[in-house]
Nanobody, 134 residues
Framework: QVHLMESGGGTAQSGGSLRLSCEVSGYTSTDACMGWFRQVRGNEREGIAAIDADGTTSYRNSVKGRFTISQDNAKKTLYLQMDSLKPEDTGLYYC????????????????????????????WGKGTRVTIPS
């Protein structure tokens, strides 16, 4: 049984940092993309960062240069280091994993991945909330 569990959310000041973690268990594919998504109140869930099986990382334009995705294969954990946080980063953050056709990077080429990326993700965590007061 595949299980993803996010942690590390909370409240941080504007300009501050948070580090999200996602522990993955039961997932055995070696050709998967792992990614972070977020849902800001009133908006659809959006992809913000991803790492493909070959190590290629991709970012949404709005977080590029501020967020860093990484993984520890030994610990089977995905991370999202979030720096220079802004109030508009407030939302519910999810991690997900899946064998996305052509890899996640293809969806990030324009810097704004569309909703199709979500349909390629096979498993999701329940989310962790991030709040950056204005």
């Amino acid at each position: 049984q595949v299980h993803l569990m996010e942690s590390g959310g909370g409240t941080a000041q504007s300009g501050g940092s948070l580090r999200l973690s996602c522990e993955v268990s039961g997932y055995t594919s070696t050709d998967a993309c792992m990614g972070w998504f977020r849902q800001v109140r009133g908006n659809e869930r959006e992809g913000i960062a991803a790492i493909d099986a070959d190590g290629t990382t991709s970012y949404r334009n709005s977080v590029k240069g501020r967020f860093t995705i990484s993984q520890d294969n030994a610990k089977k954990t995905l991370y999202l280091q979030m720096d220079s946080l802004k109030p508009e980063d407030t939302g519910l953050y999810y991690c997900a994993v899946g064998e996305v056709s052509a890899g996640c990077a293809a969806h990030y080429r324009g810097g704004t991945p569309g909703p199709l990326l979500q349909y390629g993700m096979d498993y999701w965590g329940k989310g962790t909330r991030v709040t950056i007061p204005s």
